[in-house]
């Protein structure tokens, strides 16, 4: 079993940053795949970011150029820094893993005001 424990969100102007971490715990054993999704209201969640052990990443378009994932496997932590947020990007931004099976942790909120 691994639980997801993220951090890291809260409230940002337009054009800001912020870093978000989620811890994974439970296992020794590095975790596949990482990442982040996050899901706004009324929307249906989406991926964000997502990155392998050999930290091959993939991150969705809407993002790209402003989020960078990246992750440190003997902490079986990945990070997720967003710069230059938009209102767009006010979400719940869920941690991700996968291993035998899908994990997720409960949620940051971000809200990116204008």
């Known amino acids: 079993q691994v639980q997801l424990v993220e951090s890291g969100g809260g409230l940002v102007q337009a054009g800001g940053s912020l870093r978000l971490s989620c811890a994974a715990s439970?296992?020794?054993?590095?975790?596949?795949?990482m990442g982040w999704y996050r899901q706004a209201a009324g929307k249906q969640r989406e991926l964000v970011a997502t990155i392998r052990i050999s930290s091959i990443a993939n991150v969705a378009d809407s993002v790209k150029g402003r989020f960078t994932i990246s992750r440190d496997n003997a902490k079986n932590t990945v990070y997720l820094q967003m710069n230059s947020l938009k209102p767009e990007d006010t979400a719940v931004y869920y941690c991700?893993?996968?291993?035998?099976?899908?994990?997720w942790g409960q949620g940051t909120q971000v809200i990116v005001s204008s």
């Open positions: 439970g296992s020794t054993f590095i975790i596949p795949l």
């Open positions: 991700y893993a996968l291993r035998a099976q899908e994990y």
